[in-house]
Every structure is written in structure tokens, then in C-alpha cells.
């Protein structure tokens, strides 16, 4: 899913603890669901396991993002009704963490 040089990226992110990455981090990628609210922002990796990341996940407009700690490999194997896979926004530009988890209104 995702290219060597975002993995590595990614790896270069990742923090001591969790919650440091609320501050004076940017989400350099973009996952999303172009049939739906459904988007995800991937923050960091784990150096030691790539597959654990650090993303923001935005569900819905009703709801509140929220910061998880989730594997990519789940992102593999997520689908919606029609059958088609999450896409990487090749457009986005990377965000602050703090601006991607104030709700939206």
C-alpha cells in the first residue's frame, strides 16, 4: 500500500510517547474512503515494527477524530460497501496533528 520512502518517513516521526504527537507534529499521509466521511491520517511508524503506526481516524462529521495507535496490515484489509480498498490522497499536503484533531463543524 504504501511506498518504501512513506514507511521510511513515517519511521522518522515516531515519538517516545504517544501523546507527544499532539504537538509540532505534521500527518504526512492520507488515507481515505472515497465513498464516505471515512479518513484516516498517518502520523508515525515504529522502527523496530512498521507495521504499528500512529494515525489520526476521522469516521464521521459526528463524531470526534481520534488518535490511535493501529497496524497497517488493517488497512489491507479494510473494504467498504462496494468493495474497494482505502486510497492514498496523493494531493494532501501534510497537517499539524492539533488541526486535524479539532472537530469539524
Known amino acids: 500500500m504504501l511506498k518504501q520512502t512513506q514507511i521510511e518517513k513515517l519511521k522518522s516521526n515516531w515519538p517516545a510517547n504517544v501523546n507527544d504527537c499532539l504537538y509540532n507534529f505534521k ?15 498517518l502520523i508515525a511508524a515504529n522502527p523496530e515494527d512498521e507495521d504499528v503506526v500512529i494515525c489520526v481516524v ?12 493501529w497496524r497497517l496490515s488493517n488497512f489491507l484489509s479494510m473494504y467498504n460497501e462496494h468493495g474497494e480498498s482505502l486510497q492514498i490522497d496523493e494531493e494532501y499536503r501534510s497537517k499539524y496533528v492539533e488541526h486535524i484533531l479539532k472537530p469539524s463543524n
Open 27 to 41: 500527518a504526512p499521509i492520507r488515507l481515505f474512503d472515497p465513498l464516505s466521511s471515512w479518513e484516516c491520517y
Open 58 to 69: 476521522k469516521s464521521s462529521i459526528n463524531y470526534a477524530p481520534e488518535l490511535l495507535t
